[in-house]
């Protein structure tokens, strides 16, 4: 089965700074999609970043970047610029080609302090 | 992305009661999917439902506690049964984006506490 794994429960920033969020996972399929959600106090999950396997270079998204490292099966996400804004719980996942089950990790809680 | 909406945004349940949660997307989706949150937890993937067929139970989740409908292609319901204390939990549907590219979106969740 997958495993996802996000080593820091809670981090913070200061706002403007850059900040690095980690996540490893673990599967011994080639192809596969790797996602981070933000989920603020209003709960919604939201889409922050998305990266196919198969592609080599990172996905970015405006100040969200991540480095995929597939060998290392590393998986971290950059906030560059950070806002206020930014401060919610950020989720890694993991979902294979095909598949519907989305394998979470456990979360990062951030804050951005002013 | 789809536009998902979830009725209701909370509620307080007495347990032994059942609540059913409805879940409405602004344009037609194959497949539907349910998460669970417990409190401080991360998600855990419920059940699949596609249009027109029984939905798909992951392990540790059954129907008789969990009935899942999907009777067209932009609605959804989860009733959660008999509720416990344990049942407390956000509730969220998601949807897979229609271009082919693995991509879940999420409703709002429904913040379900059970006395």
Redesign the interface.
């Known amino acids: 089965a997958q495993t996802v794994t996000q080593s820091q429960p809670e981090m913070s920033v200061q706002e403007a700074e850059t900040v690095t969020l980690s996540c490893t996972y673990d599967t011994s399929e080639n192809n596969y999609y790797l996602f981070w959600y933000k989920q603020p106090p209003s709960r919604q999950m939201i889409l922050v970043i998305r990266q196919e396997a198969y592609k080599q270079q990172n996905a970015t998204e405006n100040r969200f970047s991540v480095n995929f490292q597939k060998a290392a099966k590393s998986f971290s996400l950059k906030i560059s610029d950070s806002q206020l804004g930014d401060t919610a719980m950020y989720f890694c996942a993991f979902m294979n080609p095909g598949a519907n089950n989305l394998f979470f990790g456990t979360g990062t809680r951030l804050t951005v302090i002013p | ?1 789809a536009v998902i909406s979830q009725k209701p945004s909370r509620d307080i349940c007495q347990r032994g009661t059942s609540l059913t949660i409805q879940c409405q997307v602004d344009s037609q989706v194959t ?1 539907m ?1 349910w998460y669970r949150q417990q409190p401080g ?5 419920i059940a ?1 439902a596609n249009q027109g067929s029984e939905a ?1 139970y ?1 392990s540790g989740f059954v129907i008789d506690k969990f009935p899942i409908s999907r009777p067209n292609l932009t609605f959804s319901t989860l009733t959660v049964s008999n509720m416990s204390p344990e049942d407390s939990s ?1 509730y ?1 549907c ?1 949807v ?1 984006d229609g271009a082919g ?6 409703g ?2 429904t ?1 379900l506490l059970v006395l």
């Open positions: 992305s497949m999917f937890q991360s998600l855990t993937l699949t798909t992951e956000i969220l998601s897979e590219g693995e991509t879940q979106y999420f709002p969740g913040r």
